[in-house]
């Protein structure tokens, strides 16, 4: 019913920049909120960066004033501004869709992407 795609990843040196999108599309009302996760090899899949409907954007304690997360209600879009980016940052970074209302009699529901990696050397 929907489909989350990634875009943007790729190998970067420390201190470089990188552009992460996402697109959400299938039969969506709305999305509450756009999600960015990351999961690192033998780590835990760790939130990043949340922004909700209206706007309001909450980022990981280890990102924030580096990453950017932006919106396009109207496309179900998702982009997340990577800058100073470090060696620690390499990960599979997740887009999730969150609390999705659907325009068929489905429950709220969370769709997630594949991932997309992305690396930084020293």
């Known amino acids: 019913q929907v489909h989350v795609v990634e875009s943007g990843g790729g190998l970067v040196q420390a201190g470089g920049s990188l552009r992460l999108s996402c697109a959400a599309s299938?039969?969506?009302?709305?999305?509450?909120?756009m999600s960015w996760y990351r999961q690192a090899p033998g780590k835990q899949r760790e939130l990043v960066a949340l922004?909700?409907?209206?706007?309001?954007?909450n980022y990981a304690d280890s990102v924030k004033g580096r990453f950017t997360i932006s919106r396009d209600n109207a496309k179900n879009t998702a982009t997340l501004q990577m800058n100073s980016l470090k060696p620690e940052d390499t990960a599979v970074y997740y887009c999730?869709?969150?609390?999705?209302?659907?325009?068929?009699?489905?429950?709220?529901?969370?769709?997630w992407g594949q991932g997309t990696q992305v690396t930084v050397s020293s």
């Open positions: 999730a869709a969150l609390r999705v209302v659907l325009t068929t009699n489905h429950p709220l529901g969370d769709y």
């Open positions: 299938g039969s969506i009302f709305s999305i509450n909120a």
């Open positions: 922004i909700t409907h209206s706007g309001s954007a």
